[in-house]
């Protein structure tokens, strides 16, 4: 056998490199390695720990066709025996005892001679490579030292394509977790915004007016209104609705970490910095990133938070390069940001940069026509999420007392308040008597002319007083008669500005 072993070496190891698929590259190999060797099949098997079995993940004959992959399970000695196995192994039914039997029962050796090599990387057995020539006696020792000259770069690439496997396994999960939880997002944001058509109607406007341009927008209204409702639907209305949707709870994160979950850190950049880590801005590459309850986030951050709206590149803590970042920001707050600013608790040009486009999303009492389609919205949706077969029917009248309730915590407070009723619920009809606070609190809620907690501010006085004169007109602005003559001012400054407050209102045919 007059064969250049360097040569032999490079050639194999070009072939068994030649592709990612494990599969392609050991055929390659096959057909080269048949020139020098007695060769009718090849087998590539892992050295399986976590089963204590083989696997055989490749198989070719010469006879063309290519087996599927098999699992070949061994008893406890003789995985033992495998494992140390040092060199290449000659094994035909005449010279097989011990232990190798019980392998060569498993592997159909019959009468015929295989070529064993062990596959190791870092002294670990992780597979083993074998030729298969037909009929007793086919290999010598020459044979078995030629074919360990290339143990390495089989192991090696071995090595990579189980690794390789692994990565594509993990992708694929993670890509459909990703598609999973988007598809949930949807139904949560997509469709479901119950009164896109009436008391959010001029919210709904905004969005999307706003949702194609890739401005920052910032959300107002109180607590339990649906900013992160609106948030959800300018993303999925935007171009970016295939990229991802990041949120941060702003008030969420300590103090302390803030810079390194917004921005990322470099391996090293802190104590317990063990590997690099990609900030929410990072991430958010591509898509939406929704800071929630900005009014929280403190001085340092906001000082940086403002250098990526006018810079759009961020650094990682500990890193010395900008990178760049392709991010729409949706910001959102209960706080009134204004009074903030000026008690310098909120920056200036931050808030400045932040309120390009306020969209204010109203308070439910502001638009008490959509209690009536949310209770039943809620009722069907919590009654499939507590596993109730059959909505139960609301009571006559128990929406009329829904209606004229003040929420202060808004449609949050609609929802939990269905989502009890409905687990005290003892059949019949659902009332919500027993939960919703009397006649006598509802009364001191906001709507009147006071708030519970004392006097209006001027905001909501305008509010409360462009509403009533708007019910005076039936939803009329413009022309004789119209709001806007009876206020004294211009049409679209009425329209301005109620817009700014988040007044609602539908002209009654
Ligand atoms: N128009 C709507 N249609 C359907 N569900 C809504 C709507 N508005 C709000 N919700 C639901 O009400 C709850 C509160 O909404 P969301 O979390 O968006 O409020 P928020 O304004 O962000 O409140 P907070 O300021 O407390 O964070 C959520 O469960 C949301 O799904
Ligand atoms: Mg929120």
Redesign the pocket.
């Known amino acids: 056998m007059a064969v250049n072993r360097d040569e032999f070496f490079r050639e194999v190891t070009l072939r068994i490199c030649s592709s990612l698929d494990i599969g392609v590259a050991v055929n390659r190999a096959f057909n080269y390695l048949r020139e020098h060797f007695p060769l009718d099949e090849i087998y590539l098997d892992i050295y399986d720990s976590k089963l204590g079995a083989i696997r055989r993940i490749v198989h070719f004959a010469k006879s063309g066709g290519e087996a599927a992959e098999e699992i070949l399970p061994l008893t406890e000695l003789v995985w033992k025996w495998g494992s140390s196995l040092a060199g290449p192994l000659i094994m035909d039914a005449e010279t097989v005892s011990g232990p190798a039997k019980a392998i060569a029962e498993l592997v159909k050796l019959e009468e015929n001679t295989d070529l064993v090599l062990p596959l190791r990387v870092e002294q670990e057995l992780i597979g083993v490579l074998i030729l298969r020539a037909y009929g007793e006696r086919r290999y010598e020792q020459e044979h078995a030292e030629l074919l360990s000259v290339v143990a390495d770069p089989f192991a090696l690439a071995l090595a990579n394509a189980l690794s390789y496997r692994e990565a594509i396994h993990y992708r694929d999960i993670l890509l459909d977790d990703n598609r999973f939880l988007k598809m949930e997002l949807l139904s949560?944001?997509g469709d479901?915004?119950?009164?896109?058509n009436s008391?959010?109607r001029n919210v709904m406007e905004m969005v999307r007016q706003v949702a194609p341009l890739n401005n920052t927008v910032l959300?107002m209204?109180?607590?339990?209104?649906?900013?992160?409702?609106?948030?959800?639907a300018i993303h999925f209305a935007s171009s970016r609705k295939d990229g991802p949707f990041i949120k941060v709870n702003c008030g969420a994160i300590p103090e302390g970490l803030i810079d390194s979950e917004l921005f990322g850190h470099e391996k090293g950049a802190f104590t317990g910095a063990l590997t690099e880590k990609r900030g929410r801005f990072e991430r958010a590459s591509g898509g939406t990133i929704f800071l929630?309850?900005i009014g929280e986030l403190p001085p340092q951050a906001q000082v940086r938070l403002l250098r990526v709206l006018q810079n759009r590149e961020i650094e990682r803590v500990g890193g010395d390069r900008p990178i760049p970042v392709d991010i729409r920001v949706i910001a959102?707050?209960?706080r009134n940001l204004d009074s903030m600013v000026s008690e310098n608790r909120f920056r200036e040009d931050l808030w400045f940069r932040l309120n390009v486009f306020p969209i204010i999303?109203p308070p439910l009492r502001q638009r008490k026509e959509?209690v009536p389609a949310?209770t039943r919205?809620?009722v069907e949706l919590k009654s499939q999420e507590l596993g109730v077969a059959i909505p139960p029917a609301i009571a006559p009248g128990a929406l009329e007392r829904l209606v004229n309730y003040g929420w202060p915590g808004?449609?949050?407070e609609?929802?939990n308040l269905v989502e009890r009723e409905l687990i005290r619920h003892r059949g019949g009809q659902l009332r919500f008597d027993s939960l919703l606070p009397s006649d006598g609190d509802s009364k001191a809620q906001p709507d009147a002319e006071g708030k519970a907690d004392g006097p209006l501010n001027l905001d909501e006085a305008m509010s409360s007083h462009i509403g009533k004169v708007l019910r005076i007109t039936n939803g009329k602005i413009h022309g004789p008669g119209g709001a806007a003559e009876l206020l004294g001012i211009n049409p679209n400054t009425l329209r301005g500005r109620m817009g700014k407050l988040g007044i609602m209102y539908r002209r009654k045919k």
Do not use: C, M, P, S
Request: glycine residues 16%; proline residues 0%.
């Open positions: 949560q944001a479901e915004i119950i009164g896109g008391g959010l959300l209204g109180e607590t339990g209104t649906g900013k992160e409702v609106i948030a959800n929630d309850e959102a707050t209960h999303v959509d949310l919205y809620f808004n449609v949050r609609l929802e």
